[in-house]
């Protein structure tokens, strides 16, 4: 038979390398304009708040890892925190600033070009039941505690906010880093116009974080009222202890691995771990107002969890690993110690599968190093933070609680069937170095100043998290769920009815039901658990908000002027005046001078100090008095130094 012979014009000719360079080049060129046009598409839209979920998603798509949508998620999460820190740095620097255009283009460029790099197409994994409960954690924590504020008018939030001062220099921060475009301590001159010199070098990382959000969710650069400003702050302040309650709950879950996200085990995880991130004292940070820090042990629960199950991709662990440190030291640096060592361990353990990539790693590191102690070397030795760590502690955490933990999650790994794997080594490992950390900075204390002060509480909170990331070692102690031929509702019942009622067991004997546990420690006695007590208003100053908001509304400063409040309380006085000044966005020197200035400021009700405190200002002062006493004695002081410029504003 002949063999059919084609025509020279119809044969199949080999394509040239020159049209393949051209396709090859011509999809990622197509996906950076496009990455321009969908930004730009969404400004106009004023949809710009879609962006942060896409870039996440976007993110999770190309990274590899992790059983579950959610897992993915987190992993992205992790990965962006770190970069946005880092990325703030040329954010503060370049033209555009904190623009939703720009940022957005700039991510999703970004992410064209590791896509292309890599040869990664898209992929996600399907989302699993496993999912659920950590997220349903994390939203109903969030509404839980922003239901507070929801109820309540502008005078009530405030109010609410006053619960801890600290959190009106937190806003002052998030607001001067909106009004300036990047970070305050990348442009000290013009940030002294608008905060305290104290706090301009304070690590930044969730304020900036929550400026660059803000812009998304208003579709603008500019900051809004002061009102609309503390509204929101209050939002992320919010937002953030939900994503610590979803961090802690997803990564004790990782930790645990398959058999702890299997049949009712994950139940275990849910109904003991949420309780007490809401009980708690853990909740005192919320209360407190310290945003800094709920990011900083939100990121301390992914850290732990990385380093105790780690990602088979060797490269993709350590870059996760380096953006979680550098999200650390720009976020709450004094986990920063615990952090590192924790990572240095895991290093020494891994380190056979960390030096199949030596360039890398060695090039990470340096990296890594630079941006995670560039915050700790401009706080501590040009800041002068260091000063503070003989600050004494309002609230002790409670010891007991550590040890419990400890020895349930010892139990739970002791008790595992089949052995103990390498997980719970490095866990162990990673709570071994937080452990290693917190005792350090107790010892330095109780020998320098005594006794162990108000930081070294705060490092109990990491290991706190640290172990509670852990408990997934108890649930183990759960039946394993029944095989599909014996899955009858009674053994359905039969397996869930323990894991509940373990976990209940455990939450009631920690104190968290009835809040009468004689080891927990309260701020007053009598107030209910702190989610409770926090619910119902017990914890915040009574008439503080309403005070502050006729002030705004009523009584506006003349020009030049700066607005002082005196009360018989000097915390409340003290306070009282930070709020007002912050939500007038008064940045003078004299605000500043009657807050902080030493030794004579507002905290101190001695009339001898408050007048050389009220000498020292050499501004125009209105004075808004809240009782009849402290009337008098601006009014005598009006008498003495009639040259001061004091108005007399009486409130009493």
């Given amino acids: 038979m002949p063999q059919a012979v084609l025509e020279p014009a119809t044969q199949l000719r080999p394509r040239s390398h020159t049209s393949r360079a051209r396709r090859a080049l011509g999809r990622p060129a197509g996906l950076i304009v496009l990455a321009a046009l969908v930004p730009t598409a969404c400004h106009l839209l004023r949809a710009d708040w879609v962006l942060p979920p896409l870039i996440l998603v976007a993110t999770a798509s190309l990274l590899r890892g992790g059983q579950t949508l959610l897992d993915r998620l987190m992993f992205a999460l992790m990965l962006l925190l770190g970069a946005a820190c880092a990325g703030g740095l040329l954010l503060s620097l370049w033209p555009w600033g904190l623009a939703p255009p720009a940022v957005g283009g700039l991510a999703l460029a970004v992410l064209v070009v590791v896509g292309t790099v890599l040869g990664r197409r898209p992929s996600l994994p399907r989302p699993r039941p496993a999912d659920a409960l950590p997220l349903l954690a994390g939203l109903g924590g969030f509404a839980y505690l922003g239901a507070s504020y929801l109820r309540a008018d502008f005078a009530g939030r405030v109010n609410r906010a006053m619960a801890g001062e600290d959190l009106g220099r937190h806003f002052s921060i998030f607001d001067s880093i909106r009004r300036l475009g990047g970070y305050l301590f990348l442009d000290p001159t013009g940030a002294g116009a608008h905060v305290y010199d104290g706090i301009i070098r304070y690590p930044q990382g969730f304020h900036f974080i929550a400026a660059l959000l803000d812009g998304f969710l208003r579709s603008s650069t500019a900051p809004g009222t002061p009102t609309s400003a503390f509204d929101h702050f209050l939002g992320f302040h919010t937002a953030a202890y939900g994503l610590f309650m979803l961090s802690v709950i997803w990564a004790a879950g990782w930790v645990g691995g398959p058999l702890v996200r299997t049949g009712a085990r994950p139940l275990v995880l849910f109904a003991f771990l949420t309780p007490v991130l809401l009980y708690t004292d853990l909740l005192a940070n919320y209360v407190s107002g310290y945003p800094s820090e709920i990011l900083g042990l939100s990121l301390v629960a992914g850290l732990v969890a990385l380093l105790a199950r780690p990602l088979p991709g060797i490269r993709t662990q350590l870059l996760l690993v380096a953006a979680v440190l550098v999200a650390i030291g720009f976020s709450y640096y004094l986990f920063l110690p615990g952090a590192a060592l924790g990572t240095l361990l895991w290093l020494v353990h891994r380190r056979r599968a960390v030096l199949t990539r030596p360039v890398f790693t060695a090039a990470l590191a340096v990296v890594t190093a630079t941006l995670a102690l560039a915050p700790v070397v401009l706080g501590m030795f040009v800041g002068k933070a260091a000063d503070a760590l003989s600050a004494r502690a309002s609230i002790r955490d409670s010891r007991d609680l550590v040890i419990a933990l400890t020895l349930a999650i010892l139990a739970g790994i002791l008790c595992r069937p089949g052995g103990r794997p390498r997980t719970w080594l490095r866990y162990g490992l990673a709570a071994g170095a937080m452990m290693a950390a917190a005792a350090v900075l107790g010892g330095y204390q109780a020998i320098v100043d005594g006794s162990t002060g108000y930081y070294f509480e705060k490092s109990l909170h990491a290991v706190e998290v640290t172990l509670l990331v852990g ?110 000044a912050v939500l007038r966005r008064d940045g003078t020197a004299g605000v500043f001078r009657a807050l902080y200035g030493q030794p004579d400021n507002l905290v101190d009700t001695n009339r001898a100090s408050l007048t050389t405190m009220l000498l020292d200002i050499h501004q125009p002062i209105e004075a808004v008095t809240m009782t009849s006493r402290t009337a008098e004695f601006i009014q005598d002081i009006r008498v003495k130094h009639p040259d001061l410029g004091l108005r007399l504003v009486d409130l009493s």
């Fill in 471 to 580: 408990i997934g070692a108890l649930a183990l102690l759960v039946p394993p769920p029944a095989r599909p031929a014996s899955a009858t509702p009674r053994r359905h019942l039969a397996t869930a009815l323990p894991a509940v009622l373990l976990a209940v067991s455990l939450v009631a004997g920690l104190g968290v039901v009835r809040g009468d546990s004689p080891f927990r420690p309260r701020v007053n006695a009598g107030f209910d658990s702190w989610g409770p007590a926090w619910t119902k208003g017990r914890l915040s100053p009574r008439g503080s908000g309403a005070a502050v908001a006729t002030i705004l509304r009523d009584h506006p400063p003349r020009p030049g002027e700066v607005t002082l409040v005196f009360d018989a309380n000097g915390l409340r006085q003290y306070d009282l005046t930070l709020f007002v």
